[in-house]
T-cell receptor, first 116, second 111 residues
Framework: DAGVTQSPTHLIKTRGQQVTLRCSPK?????VSWYQQALGQGPQFIFQ???????QRGNFPDRFSGHQFPNYSSELNVNALLLGDSALYLC???????????????FGPGTRLTVL | QKEVEQDPGPLSVPEGAIVSLNCTYS??????FMWYRQYSRKGPELLMY????GNKEDGRFTAQVDKSSKYISLFIRDSQPSDSATYLC???????????FGAGTILRVKS
């Protein structure tokens, strides 16, 4: 059973650049959520995608955007990178049940982004 | 004040000890409670998942939820060096989409 996969594993960018991170959900899952985890902190919710639409968004600026494809995979885009965007970016997948988000979320290994 | 509070530790115990990890929360709407284990530079791995109040046991792990006190616990029996990791508590409201995490507790089990 394929778990959640993310690419790339590591990424180094400079301030002002743009980055795209990719996620494939666990087999059978249809919902993808993205989290940012700063060093020594718990993950912070960025947004969630279901049926190719952003369903809910956390307290992140518009520089953070995403997309979900018909095969349920997802991308996270961050524009105008700041030093403070350096973090582990985690993708989590889950299965919508009866139109309500009841199932818990399974995480991928993350993409470590360093902004210089 | 954060919605979920968790002592960051580190908590250092000898091999074989019983470990108690805890979180408190302020949002009484939380209904789903989870514990994740995260090894260094890896993604969180789901350990326990509990709905509403009560206890749940899985092998050496027991999760407890006390909604009246807004307090959740994870107990690890017969702790092993391989249990050394960061333990994250997470919570979700009914029909909610996002998980709200604590900061994580670093656990070190010494052999």
């Amino acid at each position: 059973d394929a778990g959640v996969t993310q690419s790339p594993t590591h990424l180094i960018k400079t301030r002002g650049q743009q980055v795209t991170l990719r996620c494939s959900p666990k087999s059978g899952h249809d919902t993808v959520s993205w989290y940012q985890q700063a060093l020594g902190q718990g993950p912070q919710f960025i947004f969630q995608y279901y049926e190719e639409e952003e369903r809910q968004r956390g307290n992140f600026p518009d520089r953070f955007s995403g997309h979900q494809f018909p095969n349920y995979s997802s991308e996270l885009n961050v524009n105008a990178l700041l030093l403070g965007d350096s973090a582990l970016y985690l993708c989590a997948s889950s299965l919508e049940t009866s139109g309500k988000s009841r199932d818990t979320q399974y995480f991928g290994p993350g993409t470590r982004l360093t902004v210089l | 004040q954060k919605e979920v509070e968790q002592d960051p530790g580190p908590l250092s115990v000898p091999e074989g000890a019983i470990v108690s990890l805890n979180c408190t929360y302020s949002n009484s709407a939380f209904q789903y409670f989870m514990w994740y284990r995260q090894y260094s530079r890896k993604g969180p791995e789901l350990l326990m998942y509990t709905y509403s109040s009560g206890n749940k046991e899985d092998g050496r792990f027991t999760a407890q939820v006390d909604k009246s006190s807004k307090y959740i616990s994870l107990f690890i029996r017969d702790s092993q060096p391989s249990d050394s990791a960061t333990y994250l508590c997470a919570m979700k409201i009914e029909y909610g989409n996002k998980l709200v995490f604590g900061a994580g507790t670093i656990l070190r089990v010494k052999s």
